[in-house]
């Protein structure tokens, strides 16, 4: 259609299959977006600097193997100005998805959607909304309570670290060997989280920080 411009999106996936399915797919639905796919951004990081083809869209396919591997997600959003980054997740921790939404990412997809769910997802970041899933946004909630509570509360990153591992049941001494501290600056962390939670032992502790959400309980 004469005056669009087509709107060039770059799909990176170690899988062929996937990559190209969902090309094909893409294709189907978005006349008016030229689809080029890559098998590692870092093999064709040049695509994303060409100033001859500006990508305003990139899939970005995560798993496990590439989570290790570390995408340099604020190298990309760093050098490329105008490009929506959208991550396709399969079996990352949510956690490491909610660093990545802080990092500027557009929205996080998970590779068990259906294409109905995937396209819908993708047509929402599109416009400029944010599409998180369910488990993620559970743990952005937690993350923001945890951390109104320990602002509230006082509590140094240090000494959060002890409360962490008096959940986990360990002693005073294994927890000074594990934090390479002395057992006299344990006792001290402790006597101040104690002061802090109004609590006097390590049970009633960990249901206060619970109660708090200072922790949150295990699955």
Same mark, same amino acid.
């Given at each position: 259609m004469k005056g669009v411009r087509m709107m060039n999106v770059l799909i990176v996936d170690t899988q062929p299959v996937y990559r190209e399915g969902l090309a094909i797919i893409l294709r189907q639905h978005f006349s008016q977006w030229r689809i080029t796919t890559a098998n590692s951004v870092y093999d064709d990081a040049s695509i994303l600097k060409n100033s001859e083809i500006k990508i305003d869209l990139l899939l970005l396919s995560i798993n496990r193997q590439s989570e290790n591997d570390g995408y340099p997600l604020e190298e990309i959003l760093k050098d490329v100005v105008d490009?929506?980054?959208?991550?396709?997740s399969s079996a990352v921790d949510t956690l490491c /998805?909610? !660093?990545?939404?802080? %990092?500027?990412?557009?929205?996080?997809?998970?590779?068990?959607?259906?294409i109905e769910e995937m396209l819908s997802a993708i047509r929402e970041c599109w416009k400029g909304r944010t599409h998180?899933?369910?488990?993620?946004?559970?743990?952005?909630?937690?993350?923001?309570?945890?951390?109104?509570?320990?602002?509230?509360?006082? /509590?140094? !990153?240090?000494?959060? %670290?002890?409360?962490?591992l008096i959940e986990?049941?360990?002693t005073n001494e294994e927890i000074a060997e594990k934090l390479f501290v002395s057992l006299a600056t344990i006792k001290t962390h402790i006597n101040k989280i104690y002061s802090a939670l109004e609590v006097g032992g390590r049970r009633e502790?960990?249901?206060?920080?619970y109660d708090l959400g200072v922790l949150s309980r295990s699955a």
């Open positions: 490009m929506e980054v959208i991550v396709l /998805l909610k !660093k990545m939404l802080d %990092q500027g990412v557009r929205g996080i997809i998970p590779k068990f959607y259906s998180i899933p369910t488990e993620v946004k559970k743990v952005i909630s937690q993350c923001l309570a945890q951390n109104e509570a320990v602002h509230l509360l006082r /509590l140094t !990153k240090r000494q959060l %670290q002890v409360l962490e986990k049941r360990m502790c960990v249901q206060r920080s």
